[in-house]
């Protein structure tokens, strides 16, 4: 089975502009994880959906990241505008149930690398 | 709050030498526990996991982690390290009600494997 599957892979661009990063869960799985992982914070939770609607985005920083699942198999994580400090990796990840209650695993993509310059 | 340490940024060990890696985890009731791996420009490997039961818990590729609740500790271990076995490590908490999805990383260990 194909995995967690994030677009682009890397991606370079200029402050101020719109970035919008790709996420194919796993088929099957209701739920869809956001995470950024940089050097200073490490791995930070933004925002999950189950059966594709939002259920938690407190850790979404600002008005300019926006999430969206308009379907169960595609997810989009939006930045606008974009600044250096949203330089980071940013991994998708999706599960059958939640890891918790169900036991079941969260399975993560290779990540999106963003760098805002 | 749920919270994790993990006191070690970067450990080396010889490859064949044991190894420990570190977690401590803060939460509120019963935790549910997670070791990942991460190789350079990979994604997450879940390598073990705890939910309940025995304390000891084997995972993948040879490693098995301890709960023990009275030092609030999760620390995983293999007896014999491979080179290959070069990575970051991750430990995470989680909890059974609520926002249980909501896991927490620490901030990971860095191995590094001299031959």
């Known amino acids: 089975d194909a995995g967690v599957i994030q677009s682009p892979r890397h991606e370079v661009t200029e402050m101020g502009q719109e970035v919008t990063l790709r996420c194919k869960p796993i088929?099957?799985?209701?739920?869809l994880f956001w995470y950024r992982q940089t050097m200073m914070r490490g791995l930070e939770l933004l925002i999950y959906f189950n059966n594709n609607v939002p259920i938690d985005d407190s850790g979404m920083p600002e008005d300019r990241f926006s999430a969206k699942m308009p379907n169960a198999s595609f997810s989009t994580l939006k930045i606008q505008p974009s600044e250096p400090r949203d330089s980071a990796v940013y991994f998708c990840?999706?599960?059958?149930?939640?890891?918790?209650?169900?036991?079941?695993?969260?399975?993560f993509g290779e990540g999106s690398w963003l760098t805002v310059v | 709050a749920q919270s994790v340490t993990q006191p070690d940024i970067h450990i080396t060990v010889s490859e064949g030498a044991s190894l420990e890696l570190r977690c401590n985890y803060s939460?509120?009731?019963?935790?549910?526990l997670f070791w990942y791996v991460q190789s350079p420009g990979q994604g997450l490997q879940l390598l073990l996991k705890y939910f309940s039961g025995d304390t000891l818990v084997q995972g993948i590729k040879g490693f098995e982690a301890e709960f023990k609740r009275s030092q609030s500790s999760f620390n995983l271990r293999k007896p014999s390290v491979h080179w290959s076995d070069a990575a970051e490590y991750f430990c995470?908490?989680?909890?059974?009600?609520?926002?249980?999805?909501?896991?927490?990383f620490g901030t990971g260990t860095r191995l590094q494997v001299t031959l």
């Open positions: 995470a908490v989680g909890g059974a009600t609520g926002t249980a999805s909501k896991l927490t």
């Open positions: 990840a999706s599960s059958l149930g939640t890891a918790s209650l169900s036991g079941n695993t969260i399975y």
């Open positions: 939460y509120g009731a019963t935790p549910y």
């Open positions: 088929s099957g799985h209701d739920y």
